[in-house]
């Protein structure tokens, strides 16, 4: 079971939601800053100090040297039916970042996006993969990621193949965005996942 928490709202007031999960994932689509999230993850540390907790940020900005230290990984989503932007653009601009500084590549730190400086080895670690698809079109996450359609369960489980099979992200994300979506998509993806695995929101 996993819980997402959006840092720009605040904290259920039932301690139990956060503490009885297995894995707290902070991250949200409208106003969301570096400040709110680490503010969040600390929060939520409080509750259940054992507890993992993934950052899934939207932006380069929402993630620090003390965000990287608080989670346990950073998410990073690929959102297969956003436009260009949400699914290599931001991840060429993150590696563009990198790739300016090559004599530091083979140091011991990479500067990054904004403030955000850390250690090859913690950015190998702690940085993954997510495949994602948004089937929800009126919310802020299809707003803020460019989706204009859904996807057919044909289409997600496509998108779920590609996500283990030619990008081996660890994680595929159906996001409905507060809205039930029904099994059909689920079953459709879970098919072709053996290692990935499957959340659906």
Known sequence: HVT???PAKPLPDDPGVIADTDLVIVGGSDDVTETNTLAAVRAIDDIAPDLP???EPYSATQVST???DAVDSIAVP???N???DNFVGKHLDLFTEIARKPDELAG???PLVGDLVASTGELAT???GEGYVVQH???AAASVSGVETTYTPDQVAGAALATETFYDFPIFYVEYSGTYGGPKDVTAAARYLDETVLLYG
Request: glycine share 4%; hydrophobic share 40%.
């Open 108 to 110: 011991s730190s990479v």
């Open 53 to 55: 907790i993934f950052q």
């Open 126 to 128: 702690k940085l993954i």
């Open 66 to 68: 003390d965000t990287i």
């Open 78 to 80: 690929a959102v297969y």
């Open 137 to 139: 079109l009126d919310s």
């Open 4 to 6: 997402k928490v959006d």
């Open 82 to 84: 956003g436009d260009r």
